[in-house]
């Protein structure tokens, strides 16, 4: 799948992911109502890939209906990423985006979160648990709780969204970072800090994943550094049953799902596997 946030903004894109080879696609980051962002620059490239500070634009989770809509009448898996400042504000967009006709939902537990009921969210197991257990208690579409490795114990936060109900785990999300130009003496991004993506968060992403799998029962997904066939197999290694990504799309292009699929293919043939369940978490195993 592409991770959200990129190219998850109109159907057109979408549409383009999953003729690539994406097995699914994932939308942008919707939120209760329509959000601009941070203001430029948003994004620069660092060692290793890109940092940026977006701020969650979107048009708001009722304004995207009519794009699930139309993908879904092209038979394209859809799976609708979003976020909220409160429990009724996830509530309700798992709602709007259920009706929609969405495959899956993916809570994006990473993002800021402004209402006191909700403190920092991505790093509070307690609000983590509380929160997906409403989310599944309003939908019956399965629930994905992406989470973020900007936090002290990434297992215990997986292991209270299993408790919450999660059908499965995306990890991870980005790492914090900055960038500085040495010429103006600033930091480069107007939002001062930004996330870290692309190959440089891969050890992290794998990490994660690893540890994640050994404390949860249900499936993980990976993100965080996948650029080509390789990666993924090391994801599925480390235990994750499916992989998003992000990053190479800006570097590789939409053929990345392709080569990914062809290079997996390969691999599997080449090591007699007969499906890609022999392969998931097999590195915990020898």
Known sequence: MNASGVLGMSAPLLRRVYEAGAGAVVTKSLGPEPRAGHPNPTMVAVEGGFLNAMGLP????????DEIKELKEEGIPVVASFFGSSVKDFERSARVLSEAGVDALEINFSCPNVEE??????????????VTAAIRGATDKPVFVKLSPNVTDIVEIARAAEKGGADAITAGNTLKGMAVDIDFRRPVLANITGGLSGPALKPVALRCVWEIAEAVHIPIIGCGGVSTWRDAVEFLLCGASAVE??????????????????GLTNYMEKNRFKSVKEVIGLAHRC
Do not use: C, Q, W, Y
């Open 117 to 130: 009921e909700m403190g920092m969210l991505a790093s509070d197991a307690a609000n983590v648990e509380r």
């Open 58 to 65: 979107n048009p708001g989770v009722d304004s995207f209906i």
């Open 245 to 262: 990504v992000g990053t190479a799309i800006k570097t590789h292009g939409f053929e990345v799902f392709r080569d990914i699929n062809e």
